[in-house]
C-alpha cells in the first residue's frame, strides 16, 4: 500500500485571498474571483513541505491535506 496526500478546499469557509496559490502554484491556480482552483492528483513528495505550508497559513482554515491509501499489486 502507498500513501499520498491530496489538498481540499472548502469552498464555503474560504475568501478567495490567494496566500494558498502564491505558495504552491503548482498545484493550486485562481479563478476569475480569487478562488483556488486545486489540481486532482495527489501532491507530489517534493511538495508535501509546501502544501502543509500552505494549509498551515490558510487565514480560513478552508485548506487542508487529506492522506490518500493506494494497494499496490503484489
Do not use: Q, S, Y
Not at 9 to 20: E, H, K, M, N, Y
Request: glycine share 8%.
Amino acid at each position: 500500500m502507498t500513501t499520498g496526500a491530496r489538498l481540499r478546499v472548502d469552498p464555503i469557509a474560504c475568501d478567495g485571498r490567494g496566500f494558498c496559490a502564491e505558495i504552491l502554484p503548482e498545484m493550486i491556480t485562481l479563478d476569475d474571483w480569487g478562488f483556488p482552483i486545486i489540481r486532482e492528483a495527489d501532491v507530489p513528495a517534493g511538495l508535501r513541505a509546501e502544501a502543509g505550508e500552505a494549509v498551515r497559513l490558510c487565514p480560513m482554515l478552508a485548506l487542508r491535506l487529506d492522506r490518500t491509501h493506494r494497494h499496490t499489486p503484489r
